[in-house]
């Protein structure tokens, strides 16, 4: 087989895949990228809505031939590929070192009532979070924690921001994400879906030993994550069922936001399947 023939860079493909930075044109044309083979690999297999959730597939020559299963499954389940050298994949990935395939995806939040409407037992809620690197590791922490979803405020970073995909490593494509939801309408709804609300604060006056030693974490529950500079404001806190504080034992002044909310996730979780035990963890190196 020869060279496979090259997109141009001035491709209109291209150019609107490339717009897919701008949060403007993502909301816009409901579409975002999604770059690497990890991330690619979980889109081919996802469907938004019934429909296939991988739209294009940009891919260096290298790159396809390294990861010929992930193209021929693209090509499978619809979706336009197109080869490019690594100066476009680059351009189109906005990353410094790119993996040779970028995704173009179709969005795949879900709505709210969806959520509630599934009993979800274990929750993660972004309250305010800004840093689009701290959301996609906090997806990716309640993915491996077994949650049932993950809910991003109104006042959140955007879910489809370049580097929340990066740090979500394709956990994104796992379980049900909705966004854009007042704080008072999420606390509420799951409140009402009989979700115990647990704001997780560093000034919390519950400790999160003594929340497990006392049994009461088994039940559904959500955590509410706050600004990564000044935590929840007053007012979300009031709105919880408790403020819980994860105990520093050694001379840390604090955990950051993605580490506390692993911290809490996984406290929640073990504590929903002691009756049954945990279930298997990854193989070792899989982190």
Known sequence: MGTPELISPRSPRVAAARRLARRHFRGKERRFIA????????????RAGGSPTLIELFATVEAAERHAEIVEAARAAGALVHFADDRTVADVSQTVTPQGLVGVCRFLDSPF???LAARPRLVAVLANVRDPGNAGTVLRCADAAGADAVVLTDASVDLYNPKSVRASVGSLFHLPVA?????EQVVTGLQGAGVRILAADGAGDRDLDAELDAGSMGGPTAWVF???AWGLPEETRALADAVVRVPIHGKAESLNLATAAAVCLYASARAQRTAGGCRATSP???A
């Not at 770059?35 to 081919?44: L, S």
């Not at 966004?179 to 704080?183: A, D, K, L, N």
């Open 284 to 286: 070792a190196g899989g």
């Open 35 to 46: 770059e690497g083979p990890q991330a690619v690999r979980e889109a081919v297999a996802h």
């Open 179 to 183: 966004v854009g939801v007042p704080v």
């Open 226 to 228: 706050g600004n990564e």
């Open 113 to 115: 009532e969806e959520i």
